[in-house]
């Protein structure tokens, strides 16, 4: 018998820490908490992130976040509360899941994402993308 992707995202809620918005801002006002954005970088272009948050898009979470893989990142630490955003929270939470299963202890995610922090009126930033190698001056 097959699923549904929203039957995947509804059991991995199920599962995790669904945090609120407010929940998010505390805990990155507290203190030592990763933030990760698991959106296409065309998508932190366009909408912009919150600040701070590490981009990491979904598709490379898994061999970043696995600190015994050998494309592992720094800014992952299994020990280290982790909290995951994408745009609406499906990503995020099938993502929470996942890293619970990588033997991360503190991981939650931002139900709603993007959308609902935008929504309660919390900053976001936008990067300037790099300029085409033609486009530079020469220092």
Not at 4 to 26: F, G, K, P, T, Y
Not at 34 to 57: F, H, K, M, S, Y
Not at 74 to 89: M, N, Q
């Amino acid at each position: 018998m097959s699923t549904s992707s929203r039957h995947l995202v509804a059991n991995a809620r199920d599962r995790i820490r669904n945090m609120s918005v407010a929940e998010v801002a505390e805990a990155l006002e507290t203190g030592a908490v990763t933030l990760v954005d698991l959106r296409e970088p065309d998508e932190v272009q366009r909408e912009g992130a919150i600040p701070d948050a590490v981009q990491a898009p979904r598709g490379m979470l898994e061999f970043w976040a696995d600190p015994a893989g050998p494309y592992h990142r720094a800014e992952f630490d299994p020990l280290v509360r982790t909290i995951l955003y994408c745009a609406s929270g499906g990503r995020s939470a099938l993502a929470a899941q996942t890293l619970q299963e990588l033997g991360y202890t503190d991981v939650s995610h931002l139900d709603g994402g993007l959308a609902a922090w935008k929504d309660q009126g919390r900053p976001v930033t936008f990067q300037t993308p790099p300029s085409p190698p033609g486009d530079r001056e020469d220092p």
